[in-house]
C-alpha cells in the first residue's frame, strides 16, 4: 500500500489516496520517517534488518540451497562460537 500511494503521490496527493485506501496519513508519514531514517524503527525492526543480512550471507555461501531449517541452525553455531561476553565477578 506504502507503494502503491509514494507511486501515485505527485498525481493526486496523500491525503486523499489516504481517504479512499485503509490507511491514515499519519502511518503513511510514519513509514516513510523510519525509512529515511533508521533509528527512527524499532529496536526489533533494526535487528531483523541486520539479521535479514547474515540469513543472505548463509545462504549465498552454501550455494542457496540451505532452506529455512539449516541455516537457522548456522547462525545458532555460529552464536554459540562467538566469544561470551566477559563477566563481572
Known amino acids: 500500500m506504502i ?3 509514494d507511486g ?3 498525481a493526486y496527493g496523500v491525503e486523499p489516496i489516504c481517504k479512499v485506501l485503509p490507511i491514515a496519513p499519519s502511518t503513511y508519514h ?3 520517517a523510519q525509512r529515511i531514517d533508521a533509528s527512527k ?6 535487528r531483523d534488518a541486520a539479521l535479514k543480512i ?4 548463509v545462504f549465498a555461501e552454501n550455494f542457496g540451497v540451505y532452506g529455512a531449517r539449516k ?3 548456522q547462525l545458532r553455531r555460529k552464536a554459540s562460537r562467538s566469544p561470551a561476553a566477559p563477566s563481572s565477578g
Open 3 to 5: 507503494a502503491f500511494i
Open 8 to 10: 501515485h503521490r505527485e
Open 30 to 32: 510514519a513509514h516513510v
Open 41 to 46: 524503527r524499532s529496536v526489533r525492526a533494526r
Open 54 to 57: 547474515e540469513v543472505q550471507r
Open 71 to 73: 541455516i537457522w541452525r
